[in-house]
């Protein structure tokens, strides 16, 4: 870390410890929910509009030569020639990779940003009325899982794991529908699998039934296959 991001966070602890007079409080608190109002209001009202898509998750560092970029990339075209909309976090990597593919074939391809210190910057390939940009990490997160009728997990890192993680929680609690959750990548995700099965199963932290919140798979047309199976399971149709 360099020294003036040393600087900074250390500011930032301390402002969090600091004592703040009740008027202090009342103003940035007032202004930090009527911001969060924003986010959600500016969310919802373009969101509401899109039809039935799926989410792509995966790490803002995948360069284009990488063949996970490619399969992201070919995942999101086959999901909008079978009537899909593809949303992503809006930024460059795996992100970028769906929503090229989506872009190419003409289908809605919808970006939710995070503001960042690094990585994250908005790719090139969002439909103009569909680049959300946001603050706040859960109100970014709510908007996935609201308007997404199923989620790819690429590889990726701690901010996949947590949407990954987030989804398959809100799945098992029944906060939302059994969407499908697909993992791609049975190399990259061997080892965290078989923590979840040798560990969490085994201390008793999840039921085995859980493992069926997700499928691994490793080419886009396993991939895709699952989100149709999902659909035709419930008669539905994705391109109403």
């Known amino acids: 870390m360099l020294e003036n991001d040393r600087q900074h966070e250390e500011e930032k602890i301390k402002k969090a410890f600091g004592d703040k007079t009740w008027a202090q409080i009342k103003s940035e608190e007032s202004w930090r929910i009527f911001k969060i109002m924003s986010e959600f209001v500016e969310g919802i009202d373009k969101l509401s ?8 998750f995966g790490s803002a560092r995948t360069k284009p030569d990488n063949p996970y970029y490619q399969v992201a990339e070919e995942i999101a075209a ?8 593809v949303i992503t976090g809006g930024g460059p990597g795996i992100m970028e990779a769906g929503n090229k593919g989506a872009k190419t074939e003409g289908g809605r391809s919808v970006g939710l940003n995070i ?17 959300i940009n946001f603050d706040f990490f859960f109100v970014r997160k709510v908007m996935f899982v609201k308007y997404s009728q199923g989620f790819i997990i ?3 890192g701690f901010g996949t794991l947590d949407e990954m993680f987030e989804s398959l929680t809100l799945i098992q609690t ?3 529908g059994r969407f499908p959750v697909v993992l791609v990548g049975t190399e ?7 923590w979840v099965k040798n560990t969490m ?3 008793g932290n999840i039921n085995e039934e859980d493992l069926d919140l997700f499928s691994l798979v490793d080419t886009p047309t396993e991939a895709v296959r699952v989100i149709d199976e999902f659909y035709a399971k419930y008669l539905l149709k994705p391109n109403f």
């Open 201 to 203: 199963i085994t201390q």
């Open 78 to 85: 086959k999901l909008v020639r079978h009537g899909y909309g």
């Open 154 to 156: 690429m590889p990726g």
């Open 174 to 176: 029944h906060k939302i």
């Open 49 to 56: 509009k899109i039809g039935p898509c799926v989410s792509i």
């Open 115 to 131: 503001e960042l210190p690094f990585e994250q910057f908005a790719n090139p390939y969002i439909d103009h009325d569909k680049n």
């Open 188 to 194: 990259y995700w061997k080892g965290l699998i078989d």
